[in-house]
């Protein structure tokens, strides 16, 4: 007689241990959050694979405290090179500029690591927690129960997963709240949840090796884009000496809506013959081994939706693909848990409606609409054959500079906007015009008023599921301003009670001067909750960063109210007479009051 599977249950499933899905469960186990992770890779990716995360990923590692650790151990790439070919041929350099086009970006640079390294990362933070991949184990067969009363039901468990342990060939039956699906391209979850794939394949094909080079190429440490007559090239400095080629191979049929092409693999010796010719006059060769070499046909697909019934959910490449050298894989994956683990985690505590997950949907798959049609011109540009006398059709070196100055919002991921919603509220922006509703809110430095250090506002935004409520409280000096800010503090008392009390984290700015009388005890109690929460516009005491933010930001001359979420994008800005009515109003929109 066989034994009966082993039961389990679990708040949150997670299926796929790439760095999406290793990110989910990272927020989520130090959240307090009961989590399993499971992967059927016997063991972490080796090599190879995503390599490059761009400044705003960077930024919302730091509000997770994991910055330090990609910074340590990646490359930073702050300068972008462009070839094109000569008048006699061989590629000549036409300029060199910023590796990242980003105005307000804290990191102004691509850190480059392979995921490896990153998953590395995440996996410490998560067995901190005492959390680790169950692997070799992969789902079989997926059930989401259609019963409303369940569905509806905060503490039901209406998700049911058979999991298969491949090493030892037993199963496990995990009943769980929540299932996300982070299982790649080929999404065994996505067809259970029997989600469509759409898009094509285009015609375009690429290699990719990671390398040391040999080389007398003077760029070698820059991110270039390389056009030549000979097809293009990519070059990304590495960590360890290491570069990454993305070669140009000759193309493809392009697809039909749902058509597969079968690829055609391509030797590393293949792979490098070809960039060698791109890249001439200059020679490139291998010093030593190939650390990891690919190939692919650039797909851009997306998924017809990210969840079933706000119970089960996709993420990363099980929902959308697209090319990897503009380097938003990874960056969009990690982004796409980012803005949904304090979704789960509010929903989970009883605290949100359940309708709060439908904005994980809405305001990611717009982001991946943006990104594939964004990927489809990038590609465009950097596989089509340079201009030149014999192709007066093709891409001059002008047009793909352009092009990368005007994609820099998007591939730095600073210019990320999300739209209105229950939890983007655009009204009342004028109070705060250069702190965008729906945009992460930009870093600047302030100074502490209790005791002048500096403090980056980005650190006190971090992502610990709290709201942050920041009130730009202007000149306090100011009678009039004085009883402003009294009035509204007597009607925000309602913060210290039920649903609200733990649910945010308050910083208070005021326009003031480091040697004038410090403010702290000027304010009202709830307005200074410690003595670290207040800080002054002001520089530094050697004058050498800080100053100006009132005026960067836009704010108006009778302050301002920012709702930052747990994600660190801005939800509503408010006056400081209406911030007790618009605070209540945008919390009730997704919250149990």
């Known amino acids: 007689m066989t034994s009966p599977p082993i039961e389990s249950h679990t708040d949150v499933l997670i299926v796929g241990a790439g760095p999406s899905g290793l990110f989910c469960a990272n927020g989520l186990v130090h959240a307090g959050v009961s ?49 094109h070919p000569g008048p006699d041929g061989p590629i000549e350099l036409s300029q060199r500029g910023p590796g990242i086009v980003a105005e307000n970006a804290r990191y102004p640079y691509e850190a480059t690591l392979h995921q490896g390294t990153i998953e590395a990362i995440l996996l410490d933070s998560i067995s901190e ?48 709240k929540f299932l996300v699906g982070c299982d790649g391209a080929h999404s065994y979850i996505r067809k259970a949840l029997d989600i469509a794939m759409v898009g094509q394949q285009t015609p375009f094909v690429w290699g990719v090796v990671d390398l040391v080079p040999k080389t007398d190429f003077p ?54 013959e070809v960039a060698q010719k791109a890249i001439e006059p200059y020679t490139l060769e291998v010093d030593g081994e190939v650390h990891w070499s690919t190939n692919y046909a650039i797909g851009q697909r997306l998924a017809s939706q990210y969840s079933v019934s706000e119970r089960a959910f996709i993420a990363g490449d099980a929902c959308h693909t697209h090319s990897p050298k503009a380097g938003q894989g990874m960056n969009a994956s990690m982004n796409d848990t980012h803005n949904l683990i304090w979704k789960l985690v509010l929903v989970l505590r009883g605290v949100a409606d359940p309708s709060l997950l439908k904005t994980y949907e809405s305001e990611r798959r717009k ?37 990368f100055k005007t994609f820099g919002g ?38 502490r008023s209790s005791d002048a250090d500096v403090v980056e506002l980005q650190d006190l935004i971090v992502s610990n599921t709290r709201f942050k409520l920041l009130f730009f409280l202007g000149d ?27 649910l945010w984290d ?60 747990p ?22 929109g997704f919250l149990r009051v």
């Open 567 to 588: 994600d660190g994008y801005i939800g509503m800005v408010s006056s400081l007479e209406s911030a007790a009515d618009d605070i209540r109003a945008y919390f009730a």
């Open 410 to 447: 998007f591939t730095s991921g600073i210019g990320i906007h999300y739209g209105p919603s229950p939890i983007v509220n655009p009204a009342n922006q004028s109070y705060a015009t250069n702190l965008v509703v729906g945009k992460r809110v930009p870093p600047h430095v302030f100074i």
């Open 219 to 272: 760029d070698i440490r820059y991110k270039c884009f390389i056009h030549s007559d000979n097809g293009s090239l990519g070059i990304v400095p590495r960590e360890k000496d290491r570069v990454r080629l993305y070669i140009q191979l000759e193309g493809g049929e392009e697809q039909k809506e749902g058509q597969r092409s079968e690829r055609k693999v391509v030797s590393t010796e293949k792979l490098l």
């Open 129 to 176: 927690k005492g959390v680790e991949v169950d692997r070799p184990v992969e789902p079989i067969a997926v059930e989401v129960s259609k019963d409303e009363s369940t569905l509806k039901d905060a503490s039901a468990y209406p998700i049911s997963v058979t999991l298969l342990n491949t090493s030892t060939n037993t199963t496990e039956l995990v009943h769980a």
């Open 476 to 502: 306090v000096k100011i009678q009039e301003q004085r009883d402003r800010i009294d009035t509204m503090a007597c009607r925000l008392t309602y913060l210290r009670d039920h649903p609200y009390e733990g």
């Open 506 to 565: 308050l910083v208070t700015l005021c326009e003031g001067n480091k040697y004038e009388r410090s403010p702290v005890t000027d304010l009202p109690a709830l307005l200074r909750p410690h003595w670290s929460n207040v800080l002054i516009d002001d520089t530094d005491t050697y004058d050498r960063v800080g100053g100006g933010g009132f005026a960067k930001f836009g704010i108006h001359a009778q302050g301002a109210v920012v709702v930052a979420r």
């Open 367 to 403: 982001y991946a609409e943006d990104l594939i049609n964004f990927d489809k011109e990038y590609s465009r540009y950097f596989s089509t054959k340079p201009r030149n006398s014999e192709g007066e059709d093709g891409v001059s070196h002008e047009q793909f500079i352009q092009a």
């Open 35 to 83: 989590v399993r992770i499971v992967d059927k890779r016997p063991v972490k990716v080796p090599a190879g694979h995503a390599d490059g995360l761009q400044p705003r990923t960077l930024e919302v590692l730091q509000s997770y405290g994991l910055a330090k650790r990609v910074l340590d151990v990646g490359c930073k790439v702050h300068m972008a090179a462009f070839y």
